[in-house]
Every structure is written in structure tokens, then in C-alpha cells.
């Protein structure tokens, strides 16, 4: 069985740009969750999808993150425009149906993001 | 969450046993304990959970005794590749959590040949 995919796994871009992050989670799992590491800082939870809907976006930092999901299938996290302090490692996680707070999650491997 | 506090790191050697000790004094009734696992350049991957006593898996064994206040992981006869983060989290585990995970500083685990 396939595991949690992300891309790109690296992504340099300028400040003021526009990156797409893409993560497609195991087949079958409605909850898909981001996350993200800033450098030296711990991970934090960015919000949750179940299928198609927003559970919670309570970690989302501000205005310039938009994450979707279309379809309920996979999903993106857009960040326009980038700046120097959105450097880090973005995780990805789903978890099976029903399972929301179970606590087991399947991570992605990340994408590094890199603003210059 | 109830707030955790762990070891930032933790030295060991190859066959040796690890116990990794988790301190949540704040732990509510309804709580469980999770470990995750992170290798570097890889997402975290869970390791175990459990709410009271012993919970044991292919993996590890969690140790939780009886005021929950705190848990410890043990990692049986640790190689290098057991080399990782390890972090502890606390939470509940019902349909009125949304399943966020709220990550600490984790223990830097460094197995030696």
C-alpha cells in the first residue's frame, strides 16, 4: 500500500512568490492533516481536512496559506506571497475514517521550502 | 494537550536497552499516550498508544503506571538505525477531538556501535 506522498520534496523560491505544495494522502483516509516545522521550532499543526471540508484551521498562520482539498482526494497548501519567515518543512498526514482522534497518523516525507 | 516534558537527548549503544521517560502531570482522566518516531528527513511515525499499564507491539513497549502521570518507552536491544526523535504526546483519544497533534522538542536518541 502506498504511503502519504508529498511534492515537490525540496522547493527554493524568492520572497514574494507563489509555491504550490501537493500532498496525496493513503487511499481511503477522509482525514488529512498539515503540519509544518520552522527552523529550531517544533512541529506545528497547520489545520484538517475531513474529506472535502475544513475541520479546523486553527494553525494556519495568516491569510497568505490557503489549503485545499478538492474532491476529498489530495490537496494542496498554496503560500502567496512566500515569505522569508514561511521557511521550513511542510508535513502532510491522513488517517483512516473514524479515526480523527485516534492519534495515529501517517506522515509524509515533507517538502523543504526554502525562501530566499 | 496536556503539556509533556521529555529529555532533549539520550546516548545508548548497540544492543542496549532504552527507557525514554515522559513527564505529563497534568494528564486528564480521558488522555491517551502516544509516541511518535521521527528519522531525519522523514515525517514522524507513530509507535505506540495506550492509556493505563503495559502496551507492548512489534516496536517497543509502553509503560504507564497507575496515577498516569507519567510513561516510558522501551526500545529492546536498540541498533543504529533506532537512531531518531522520539516524541510523547498526550491526548484524547474520542470523537470530540479533532485529532491534532500538538508536538514538543521530542528526545534526540543517538545509538553508538
Known amino acids: 500500500e502506498a504511503g502519504v506522498t508529498q511534492f515537490p520534496s525540496h522547493s527554493v523560491i524568492e520572497k514574494g512568490q507563489t509555491v504550490t505544495l501537493r500532498c496525496d494522502p493513503i487511499s481511503g483516509h477522509d482525514n488529512l492533516y498539515w503540519y509544518r516545522r520552522v527552523m529550531g521550532k517544533e512541529i506545528k499543526f497547520l489545520l484538517h481536512?475531513?474529506?472535502?471540508?475544513?475541520?479546523?484551521e486553527s494553525g494556519m498562520p495568516n491569510n497568505r496559506f490557503l489549503a485545499e482539498r478538492t474532491g476529498g482526494t489530495y490537496s494542496t497548501l498554496k503560500v502567496q506571497p512566500a515569505e522569508l519567515e514561511d521557511s521550513g518543512v511542510y508535513f502532510c498526514?491522513?488517517?483512516?475514517?473514524?479515526?480523527?482522534?485516534?492519534?495515529?497518523?501517517?506522515f509524509g516525507p515533507g517538502t523543504r521550502l526554502t525562501v530566499t | 494537550l496536556a503539556k509533556t516534558t521529555q529529555p532533549i537527548s539520550m546516548d545508548s549503544y548497540e544492543g542496549q536497552e532504552v527507557n525514554i521517560t515522559c513527564s505529563h502531570n497534568?494528564?486528564?482522566?480521558?488522555?491517551?499516550i502516544t509516541w511518535y518516531q521521527q528519522f531525519p528527513s522523514q515525517g514522524p511515525r507513530f509507535i505506540i498508544q495506550?492509556?493505563?499499564t503495559k502496551v507492548t507491539n512489534e516496536v517497543a513497549s509502553l509503560f504507564i503506571p497507575a496515577d498516569r502521570k507519567s510513561s516510558t518507552l522501551s526500545l529492546p536491544r536498540v541498533s543504529l538505525s533506532d537512531t531518531a526523535v522520539y516524541y510523547c504526546l498526550v491526548g484524547i483519544k474520542g470523537s470530540s477531538n479533532t485529532g491534532k497533534l500538538i508536538f514538543g522538542q521530542g528526545t534526540t536518541l543517538q545509538v553508538k556501535p
Open positions: 495506550g492509556y493505563k
Open positions: 498526514a491522513s488517517s483512516q475514517p473514524g479515526t480523527a482522534s485516534s492519534y495515529e497518523q501517517y
Open positions: 481536512f475531513v474529506k472535502e471540508s475544513k475541520q479546523d
Open positions: 497534568n494528564i486528564a482522566t480521558n488522555d491517551y
